[in-house]
Nanobody, 124 residues
Framework: VQLQACGGGLVQAGGSLRLSCAAS????????MAWFRQAPGKEREFVSA???????SYTDSVKGRFTIARDNAQKTAYLQMRSLKPEDTAVYYC???????????????????WGQGTLVTVSS
């Protein structure tokens, strides 16, 4: 399995970025896809996930600002980030987990495969 994340960069507060995570080596349509982030000096934390059914989950701090999506034909997951804040600065990782329809993982230890991370820096 390979997950290739991209789309990070430097943006001013209030700006937008879209992250992409291209997957290979897995049955994408049967996979939950998630984004986690790790800020300097902090533990990795859950940001958002999208499940086989298309249902989604977000951590409270990004609700209303971030939108996760998936394109099963392209085997790619996206994270559209708007109204970015300096506290969103982190390395963002995509993760994948083959699941059943009724499984909605959000914990780090629930995901089997990880991308290399892409750095998002939000300046004030």
């Amino acid at each position: 399995v390979q997950l290739q994340a991209c789309g990070g960069g430097l943006v001013q507060a209030g700006g937008s970025l879209r992250l992409s995570c291209a997957a290979s080596g897995l049955t994408f349509s049967r996979t939950a896809m998630a984004w986690f982030r790790q800020a300097p000096g902090k533990e990795r934390e859950f940001v958002s996930a999208i499940y086989r059914s298309g249902s989604t989950s977000y951590t409270d701090s990004v609700k209303g600002r971030f939108t996760i999506a998936r394109d099963n034909a392209q085997k790619t997951a996206y994270l559209q980030m708007r109204s970015l804040k300096p506290e969103d600065t982190a390395v963002y990782y995509c993760a994948a987990k083959s699941t059943i329809l009724t499984h909605f993982p959000t914990r780090i230890d629930e995901f089997d495969d990880w991308g290399q991370g892409t750095l998002v820096t939000v300046s004030s």
